[in-house]
């Protein structure tokens, strides 16, 4: 396998790295003084190696990426030296740093709908370093410029080039979209391409396949790679050696086999525990058939389906297509899916936000086809809900106590003392300290806010939960704890739940009862270990065997499985 | 600004002129000191004017002089006092027209945006159609139904301020409106809906707050522009009469024939104040809008620069 080739171990003596970075610090200026954003970081990057730097956000890991392209803001102070092919990036003038980018490092982005310019065809974007460059010292002619981006989408797999080169952004799907960022990337064959996030903002089976990519392109072209990411299980899957960054400064650098075999350094141990793992830890372990069937049903939902209106003349959207389940009380229902599922459509239709259009959805007895917000307020109380960003969801006016209070003075008359005592007493259950009450959201960090969030979903001890993605914003050792509490809370008080996420690892370690959903449609539901580890569907294993786990060796195999997955269709 | 600060530093003016540096800087400074003068003109325009408004003189269009510093205007007014009483009269126009279209615009945005439906559609065509009108012509035909064109002091304030009230609400609503239809959106007024609290519980708690953090910004330009609408109010003859109030745009429109004669000082000094005041409030503004936003606003260089000034200071 390629992994183990000679050109895929650490940089050799003699062989000339693509990347030297050496003592790189960068400052930023802020309204609250200086911010060290990197502190002192080396490493560097030997010709067809893949390192991969990771770190949880405000690692500096994405500052470290920028700093090589000469990309950060007005405000940052670098110093240091960032060596690409003989030329300090740091220092040299504008003009020559120009000249570098796209010719000798290209840089790939997280979010490929917003990297690609909506009002030029992809042909004339990757046309366009083509044309800025001038390769070989002459103009690059309409048609020599058309002749090879058609080259480059070859390159990165995009079937039918010769046609696609005109097509636009939006005709593309995510992943394609993707491809063509690093066919762009790919124009002036750079010999490293810088990957920021390249597979975040994708779904599992697309971001399989664009790791594919990366690798091909590796093996085939011998380009170095940087990727930044903070998903330990796309580092395994991809990286030959890896930094690990944590507050500016790296913690530890080492081959993947030997990070993820043993991990000397404290932060690295406890990073590397804290990703969810897939078949460890599952909620429904040792079940062998559905618990909780004695008791009330709370959510049950009959044919349920769900349409957007479309446009004038446009047909309306269906996001949910005769989907029935049922979920009882006491019961973790985790529902699965990737984006444009309709996993959150339901979700929210539970919870009122959004209406049904056919089919039967009864909640706590209420039939949500009939929907109107005055008969269902009372049934409010009995419904929580966590929603996505735990930033967002807060008002930021106002303090974390009066977020939580809010429902308990809507449905309850308890008096001023009553209800502050009892939102501290909240707060206390989610393991935050009564004090928290006086803060403001943006004094919070990320998990704090969601165990908050919780503490608010919970306030009126309600029949029903319904937790939308609520870890899917959080740095992985924090999720950690979040599912834990969650778990804890969940076994203490009791209620039933609603868990969505794309995650397969956190809902396994949640929820007893699976279901997966794939356009719309509910392709299997059953008990979480019995769907992680015998999948029926075809959908649900691709989408088992395209999740990345983060052991190397382990990932190989799994890598193996899913090509041939994918052959065997 | 994770950091508390104290009450002082946090107030809006304060805590912009503590966030800005070099050219943005000088512009607020150079606002901020022109609006105060504006303002304490206002305030102490009874004892600062030499004479009263409407005290007429025998000496008609005379020079300047020492009785009378700016001169006099051709019906017999002191320039100088004129000038200075006349920030009062700006003043109060300025004050009541945007607060009365403020306090509309705001609940008429917040309601529109968050209820939609026809009603907002409604509101939406109405603002639009005003906005349509031309601003100035609008404010005629306001003037003239209030108040028959001309009148006293306290029904001129009101007629000038409400004709600019009409021709404001549009920007008010608009910006408040939209703002409504962005926060709607947003997962923390969606939670309030889930943890069951009424649509006026969610207007006033959650996105009042949250949508007028952009209005001091619009106060300023507006204000900027209250003058010169009723300068223009003034200069057209739909202004406040000479003997209830002064009023720059009424002593500009009187200057007219004056300055094809050679006689600068009538129209000369009036004018000046009206540039002067807008000049003011609109960098005021422009300056608070530019330090508002992160993006727009500078900063100092970290690191290297602050450590060499520090060594050209030491070595100085």
Not at chain 1, 126 to 144: D, N, S
Not at chain 2, 29 to 41: D, E, K, R, S
Request: aromatic share 8%; charged share 20%.
């Amino acid at each position: 396998m390629s992994r183990h080739s000679e050109n895929g171990v650490a940089p050799e003596a003699g062989l000339r790295p693509v990347l030297d970075v050496r003592d790189l610090k960068v400052t930023f200026a802020t309204d609250a003084g200086d911010v060290f954003a990197v502190k002192d970081v080396s490493f560097n990057v030997a010709p067809g190696e893949i390192v991969a730097i990771v770190g949880e956000s405000g690692s500096g890991k994405t500052v470290t990426a920028k700093a090589i392209l000469g990309l950060l803001p007005e405000t940052a102070q670098s110093s240091g030296a960032v060596i690409i092919s003989g030329n300090d990036v740091i220092s040299v003038s504008p003009h020559q740093l120009r000249q570098i980018r796209g010719r000798d490092v290209a840089m790939v982005f997280q979010e490929p709908s917003t990297a690609l310019n909506p009002v030029y065809t992809v042909g004339w974007q990757i046309a366009e370093g083509l044309r800025a460059h001038r390769p070989e010292g002459k103009r690059v002619g309409r048609k020599e410029a058309r002749k090879l981006a058609i080259e480059a989408l070859d390159k990165v797999g995009i079937p039918d080039p010769e046609k696609r080169v005109d097509y636009y952004p939006h005709q593309f799907s995510g992943g394609q979209k993707q491809r063509v960022v690093i066919a762009a990337a790919l124009a002036l064959n750079p010999g490293l391409i810088v990957a920021d996030e390249p597979t975040t903002a994708l779904d599992v089976t697309v971001q399989a396949e664009i790791l594919e990519l990366l690798r091909e392109l590796r093996d085939k072209f011998g380009t170095s790679i940087v990727l930044i990411t903070h998903n330990m299980g796309v580092v395994a899957d991809l990286a030959d050696r890896v930094v690990v960054m944590f507050q500016g400064d790296v913690v530890e650098e080492a081959t993947a086999e030997v990070l993820f075999a043993n991990p000397k350094k404290d932060y690295t141990q406890k990073l590397l525990a804290a990703v969810p793992h897939l078949g460890r830890n599952s909620a429904s372990a040792g079940f062998s058939e559905r618990a909780f069937q004695d008791k009330e049903v709370v959510v049950e939902a009959r044919e349920l389906e769900i349409e957007y209106p479309g446009r004038l003349g446009s047909p309306a959207f269906r996001a949910v297509d005769k989907v029935s389940f049922t979920i009882s009380a006491g019961e973790v229902f985790g529902l699965v899916g990737e984006s444009g599922s309709g996993k959150t459509t339901i979700g929210r239709a539970i919870a009122g936000l959004n209406r049904t259009t056919g089919g039967s959805l009864k909640v706590l007895g209420y039939e949500m086809l009939h929907y109107k917000e005055r008969s269902f307020r009372k049934h409010r109380k009995d419904v929580g809900f966590v929603f996505q960003d735990p930033a967002a969801s807060f008002n930021p006016h106002l303090s974390i106590g009066e977020c939580v209070a809010e429902p308990l003075i809507i449905h309850t008359d308890m008096s001023g003392p009553a209800v502050n005592r009892k939102v501290e007493d909240l707060l206390e259950s989610v393991q935050l300290p009564r004090a928290y009450a006086k803060r403001f959201p943006h004094e919070l960090s990320g998990g704090q806010r969601q165990r908050a969030s919780l503490a608010r979903g919970l306030a009126l001890s309600p029949k029903l939960l319904i937790a939308d993605e609520p870890t899917s914003a959080l740095d992985v050792s924090v999720q950690a704890k979040v599912l834990e509490l969650f778990r804890e809370i969940q076994s203490e008080l009791g209620f039933a739940a609603l868990f969505i996420s794309h995650d397969l690892a956190v809902v396994d370690i949640l929820a007893e009862w699976v279901g997966v959903l794939y356009k719309g449609k509910m392709v299997e539901q059953g008990i979480g270990h019995q769907i992680m580890g015998k999948p029926q569907h075809h959908y649900t294993k691709r989408l088992l065997s395209s999740l990345p786990v983060p052991n190397p060796a382990e990932q190989a195999q799994r890598r193996a499985l899913h090509q041939e997955l994918l052959a065997s269709r | 600004m994770e950091t508390k600060q104290s009450l002082f530093s946090r107030l809006p003016v304060i805590s912009q002129l503590k966030k800005s540096v070099g050219l943005q800087r000088g512009m607020l400074v150079t606002g901020l000191v022109m609006t105060i003068a504006f303002l304490l003109t206002a305030a102490f325009a009874p004892w600062l004017a030499p004479y009263g408004f409407s005290q007429r003189f025998d000496q008609t269009q005379a020079p300047p002089s020492a009785t009378h510093l700016w001169g006099t205007t051709a019906g017999g007014y002191d320039v100088l006092s004129r000038t200075l009483w006349g920030a009062q009269t700006a003043f109060l126009v300025i004050v009541v027209a945007v607060v009365l279209s403020i306090f509309l615009g705001v609940i008429l945005g917040l309601v529109s945006g968050y209820l939609g439906g026809w009603l907002d559609r409604v509101l939406v065509v109405v603002a639009d159609a005003i906005y349509a009108f031309p601003t100035l012509l609008l404010a005629m035909v306001m003037s003239i139904a209030i108040s028959q064109g001309r009148s006293s002091l306290w029904s001129g304030i009101f007629s000038a301020a409400i004709s600019i009230t009409v021709v404001f609400i549009p920007q008010y609503f608009r910006v408040i409106r939209a703002e409504t239809i962005r926060l709607k959106a947003e997962p923390f007024v969606e939670s309030a809906i889930v943890v069951g609290a009424s649509s006026v519980r969610i207007m006033a708690r959650h996105i009042y707050k949250n949508a007028t953090r952009t209005l001091p910004l619009i106060f300023t330009l507006n204000a900027s522009e209250a003058i010169l609408t009723l300068a223009g109010l003034g200069f057209l003859g739909f202004g406040i009469e000479p003997s209830s109030a002064a009023e720059w745009g009424y002593d500009l429109n009187h200057a007219q024939s004056d300055a094809t004669s050679g006689i600068w000082w009538t129209g000369l000094f009036p004018g000046l104040a009206i540039v002067l005041t807008v000049l003011g409030l609109t960098l005021l503004g422009e300056s608070m809008n530019d330090l508002n936003d992160p993006r727009l606003r500078g900063r100092k260089r970290a690191g290297k620069k602050r450590a060499r000034k520090d060594k050209e200071l030491v070595d100085a």
